[in-house]
């Protein structure tokens, strides 16, 4: 099983940026593909951002030129980088498989609010 710990969120400026982090327990997610989801209020998670294990980058086009992700292997650990916010990116931000698999466990996320 795998889980997830995901970090860095907060309440920025449109414009803004943020860095966000999760870190992975239990198996290398290095040998997975792995991505990046958010859920709006009154929305379903959506993915908009994965890597796969060659390191490949696909993003949803709401976010392609702003957002990067990024992998540690080392570290277990996935980053999302996050510049020129806008309110319609306010969500809870989550990090998982992709797809996610019955032993590859949600974490709480962390929440990203963009207002002025």
């Known amino acids: 099983q795998v889980q997830f710990v995901e970090s860095g969120g907060g309440l920025v400026q449109p414009g803004g940026s943020l860095r966000l982090s999760c870190v992975a327990s239990g198996r290398n997610i290095g040998s997975y593909t792995s991505g990046w989801y958010r859920q709006a209020p009154g929305k379903q998670r959506e993915l908009f951002a994965r890597i796969t294990s060659g390191g490949l980058r696909i993003y949803s086009e709401s976010v392609k030129g702003r957002f990067t992700i990024a992998r540690d292997n080392g570290a277990n650990t996935l980053y999302l980088q996050m510049n020129s916010l806008r309110p319609e990116d306010t969500a809870i931000y989550y990090c998982?498989?992709?797809?996610?698999?019955?032993?590859?466990?949600w974490g709480q996320g962390t929440q990203v609010t963009v207002s002025s």
């Open positions: 998982n498989l992709h797809p996610p698999t019955s032993n590859s466990y």
